[in-house]
């Protein structure tokens, strides 16, 4: 599910609300009487657009939460991985941690450095 456009929404809310309490605070600080005025006179409207952020930000919420649907139902059924079963893919075919230079890991490609850092492997310099 495309959650860009929720996202986009509530950004777009807060981002008004953002303006007119910085207008708000501007005209505020004048010192004026007719500031002071002007800033009361804008608080409907960030009443307004508080609640337009508060609604879009939950919509984002209840469309993200609402998207997080697993099929891995198998997981439920399955037995997890002891932990006290050492890994076969934490160390080498000696027992000994890997263990690999920094200037050669680094010319690793970033599938090989993952699977490098999966197995446990030790970076030296």
Known sequence: MNLKPYLDAAQAADA???????????AFNEGTPEGKEKALSLRPALD??????????????????????????ASFFTVPPDPAVPSLNQSDESGKPKTM????????????????????GKLTD
Not at 16 to 26: F, Q
Not at 50 to 71: E, I, P
């Open 48 to 73: 307004e657009a508080t609640a337009k952020a508060d609604q879009a930000n939950q919509l984002y919420a209840s469309m993200r939460d609402a998207s997080l649907v697993t099929d891995n139902m």
């Open 101 to 120: 230079a920094l200037p050669e890991f680094k010319a690793l490609t970033p599938r090989e450095r993952l699977a490098f850092a999966k197995s446990g």
């Open 16 to 26: 008004e609300k953002k303006r007119i309490l910085a207008e708000m605070d501007a």
